[in-house]
């Protein structure tokens, strides 16, 4: 019996230690008891030097992410967006490095702006989602190399060649891409598809 009163004291006082230290990490990042992240909470679970603080901030700070995301793809893709408004969400998706969203954004490769006036500066000028494919990097390039087979879209597939040659920055190496790709297709007309893709690569 004593045992036993003994293990429930003991689970009592792990229990009370407990809910102190989550009063103590609320108390210190006052937000993320509403499941928001800011700049400052980030900063603030780094600096408590404690592994539960950072894990708790971490976890909030990826599902923020990901409702961001999903939010600006239904933007995207959004067909009733204006051009400008879906320029803006391929640049934050961009930006946020979302790998996840390669091949809506591929699809919507040649959506450019072009209506804003010279004297007025913008990172919204442009093949805005090539530029947001290229900042993603290499995630991109299956997406883009897609758009070569399938598509015969001259703007399509101008913008998806330079986003490969973007991200690898050498031709040469954008070359063997393609001819693996090449090698791998069974398909005779995306077969040929590529190796138009592959000539315009080497100015032939």
């Given amino acids: ?37 800011r700049p400052e909470d980030v900063i603030s679970a780094v600096r408590l030097n404690n592994i539960d603080a950072f894990d708790r901030m971490a976890g909030k700070l990826q599902l923020q992410q990901k409702n961001l995301t999903a ?29 996840e969203v390669v091949n809506v954004l591929a699809l919507g490769i040649a959506l450019e702006i072009n209506s804003v006036s010279n004297d007025h500066l913008t990172l919204l000028q442009g093949p805005i989602v090539m530029k947001a494919l290229i900042k993603i ?22 913008l998806s060649l330079q986003v490969i040659e973007r991200i690898d920055k050498d031709k040469d190496i954008s070359a063997l891409r393609l001819q693996k790709a090449i090698k791998a297709e069974t398909d005779a007309q995306k077969q040929a598809r590529l190796q138009v893709a592959l000539k315009a690569l080497s100015g032939a």
């Fill in 1 to 37: 019996m004593k045992s036993k009163c003994s293990f429930q004291l003991a689970t009592f006082r792990t229990m009370l230690l407990i809910l102190i230290w989550s009063y103590t990490i609320t108390a210190a990042i006052p937000s993320m008891a509403q499941n928001v992240v």
């Fill in 71 to 99: 939010q600006l793809v239904d933007i995207f893709k959004d067909a009733q967006s204006p051009v400008l408004t879906k320029g803006a969400a391929a640049y934050c998706l961009g930006e946020l490095r979302a790998s």
């Fill in 137 to 158: 990097g290499n995630p991109s390039i299956p997406a883009v190399m897609k758009n070569l087979a399938e598509s015969d879209d001259a703007k399509v597939r101008a």
